[in-house]
């Protein structure tokens, strides 16, 4: 039985997200462990940015951390059915370049309209640099994962 395309997509998105969120806390661990920088701070930033951050005072780290892979897996399914847009319209069928323009976006969109209106005290959290290094980061993973759904279907069609 055959699941169908919507759905493959669906699920394909779902799991580039859960990779670019997993991309991005990994990313932030490691250069937090580098420099003597506190990760939990930052993870209670989401929470705060969220606007949910005096439900559960007690959980705000691993609510930000919730939060967070909510954000990536909802952001990795509209990646995912964007990208096949794209490639149904004729656009070149590799998802690197594509994934990293798209994530490059959104990061502008976050760091330059939304948190400054949301959270600014979010923004200074990490230099612009490990922010957007960490929002690449998610685009590398997330387009690994639909690179492996565009072989699979290629072999499919050659099937």
């Given at each position: 039985m055959t699941i169908p395309q919507p759905s493959t997509i669906l699920l394909r998105g779902a799991i580039?997200?859960?990779?670019?969120?997993?991309?991005?806390?990994?990313?932030?661990?490691?250069?937090?462990?580098a420099t003597g920088g506190n990760a939990a701070l930052l993870a209670r930033g989401v929470t705060t940015?969220?606007?949910?951050?005096?439900?559960?005072?007690?959980?705000?780290?691993?609510?930000?951390?919730?939060?967070?892979?909510?954000?990536a897996v909802l952001l990795g399914i509209a990646l995912a059915y964007?990208?096949?847009?794209?490639?149904?319209?004729?656009?070149?069928?590799?998802?690197?370049?594509?994934?990293?323009?798209?994530?490059?976006?959104?990061?502008?969109?976050?760091?330059?309209?939304?948190?400054?209106?949301?959270?600014?005290?979010?923004?200074?959290?990490?230099?612009?640099a490990v922010s957007l290094s960490s929002k690449l980061l998610f685009g590398l993973a997330a387009a690994a994962v639909l690179q492996g759904e565009n072989v699979f279907t290629l072999r499919a069609r050659r099937a």
């Open positions: 580039a997200g859960a990779a670019g969120g997993l991309a991005e806390i990994t990313w932030v661990a490691l250069y937090a462990a940015a969220a606007g949910v951050d005096a439900l559960f005072p007690a959980a705000a780290v691993e609510l930000g951390v919730t939060i967070h892979m909510v954000l964007a990208w096949r847009a794209y490639v149904q319209r004729g656009g070149y069928a590799r998802p690197y370049a594509f994934m990293s323009a798209a994530l490059a976006g959104v990061w502008s969109l976050n760091f330059f309209v939304v948190l400054p209106l949301l959270s600014p005290v979010f923004i200074g959290l990490l230099p612009y």
